[in-house]
């Protein structure tokens, strides 16, 4: 199921993966400090279990490596997002995978 740009809420949630994710968007080009960024996220998703998955990107309207919303996922959710059905979830673009399976996704509930 997809999610629509008017269910994504913004991303102000600050935790530590929040926070790491709060600077990537003011670096305009992909420098060092930016893969630094991204890198960082990456390492705390594994370790705070954040469920990694692949979809195609115009079904999730996230688009940029570490760009990242809130979403209130339905009770009918499908897919990947299955098991975090009914929750608010963290929702971060992690890059392409390739150009025939998508973008990677990381999602993760949070607690308000």
Same mark, same amino acid.
């Given at each position: 199921?997809? @999610?629509?740009? *008017?269910? #994504? @809420? ?5 935790? *530590?993966? &929040? @926070?790491?994710? #709060? ?5 305009? #080009?992909? $420098? /060092? $400090?930016?893969?630094?960024?991204? /890198? !960082? +996220?990456?390492?705390?998703?594994? =370790?705070?279990?954040?469920?990694? +998955? /692949? ?5 999730? #309207?996230?688009? &940029? ?11 009918? !959710?499908?897919?990947?997002?299955? =098991?975090?059905?009914?929750?608010? @979830?963290? +929702?971060?673009? &992690?890059?392409?995978?390739? $150009?025939?399976?998508?973008? +990677? ?8």
């Amino acid at each position: 199921m997809a @999610i629509k740009l *008017e269910h #994504q @809420i913004p991303d102000c949630h600050c935790d *530590e993966v &929040g @926070i790491s994710l #709060q600077e990537m968007p003011s670096i305009a #080009q992909w $420098r /060092t $400090r930016k893969f630094e960024l991204l /890198t !960082q +996220f990456k390492r705390l998703a594994k =370790k705070n279990r954040y469920l990694l +998955f /692949t979809v195609d990107a115009r079904d999730y #309207q996230l688009y &940029g490596s570490g760009s990242s919303c809130l979403v209130d996922l339905p009770l009918n !959710q499908r897919g990947a997002l299955k =098991k975090l059905a009914d929750k608010r @979830i963290r +929702f971060v673009c &992690g890059g392409k995978s390739n $150009r025939y399976s998508g973008r +990677f996704y990381y999602a993760k509930p949070v607690n308000l």
